[in-house]
């Protein structure tokens, strides 16, 4: 069964910073490319940022581009966001979800979500 | 960046209805487009991707159509477990971008 599972949410004040964890179990994590998608409170979906199977290439959002960072360790099957700069409109609820890239694109597993709040 | 528009926004409907949603995207996707279900509370789960193809598992009451700007969703005959919220979501060109969502709630 496939398994992943986020960690790390909190309360943090503006400016902060705080380092999200997706656990990967089930598939062959070290072959896929990773991502993470953002819900903010009664909202929509929104992309955060990707990273390639081996985590050389990597993708953000231009919300979040210059303060976010996504990597991964393969060897420990764990997906990483290191978020500073932290400002409000960051708070929403971050999921991890693996990409199928290849003939056909799509987000295939998602983790329960770890919620960030970031408020003084 | 693709802006991917959805309508409606909302929708009721009554168990047995077929109903059909529309994501239109701001420039061409090829059929590089997804389906999402979201139910309160979990996270989304993928119903149809390159556009027309059912993931496993799904049932087969949910179709995708479409190419270039225009797809739809259909469902062919609500059941009770179908009330959700619907995404779409192109996976063309980064950014990846989603639509804002179609609510469907018991009539």
């Known amino acids: 069964e496939v398994q992943l599972l986020e960690s790390g949410g909190g309360l943090v004040q503006p400016g902060g910073s705080l380092r999200l964890s997706c656990a990967a179990s089930?598939?062959?994590?070290?072959?896929?490319?990773m991502t993470w998608v953002r819900q903010a409170p009664g909202r929509g979906l929104e992309w955060v940022s990707t990273?390639?199977?081996?985590?050389?290439?990597?993708f953000y959002a231009d919300s979040v581009r210059g303060r976010f960072t996504i990597s991964r360790d393969n060897s420990k099957k764990t997906l990483f966001l290191q978020m500073d700069s932290l400002r409000a409109e960051d708070t929403a609820i971050y999921y991890c979800?693996?990409?199928?890239?290849?003939?056909?694109?799509?987000?295939?597993?998602w983790g329960q979500g770890t919620l960030v709040t970031v408020s003084s | 960046d693709i802006q991917l528009t959805q309508s409606p926004s909302f929708l009721s409907a009554s168990v047995g209805d077929r109903v059909t949603i529309t994501c239109r995207a701001s420039?061409?996707?090829?059929?590089?487009l997804a389906w999402y279900q979201q139910k309160p509370g979990r996270a989304p789960e993928v119903l149809i991707y390159?556009?027309?193809s059912l993931q496993s598992g799904v049932p087969s009451r949910f179709s995708g159509s479409g190419s270039g700007t225009e797809f739809t969703l259909t469902i062919s005959s609500l059941q009770a477990e179908d009330f959700a919220t619907y995404f779409c979501?192109?996976?063309?060109?980064?950014?990846?971008?989603f639509g804002q969502g179609t609510r469907l709630e018991i009539k």
């Open positions: 979800t693996s990409f199928v890239i290849g003939a056909t694109r799509f987000f295939q597993h």
């Open positions: 089930g598939f062959t994590f070290g072959s896929s490319a």
């Open positions: 990273t390639s199977a081996g985590g050389a290439t990597t």
């Open positions: 420039q061409g996707v090829s059929t590089n």
């Open positions: 390159a556009a027309s």
């Open positions: 979501q192109q996976l063309n060109t980064y950014p990846l971008t």
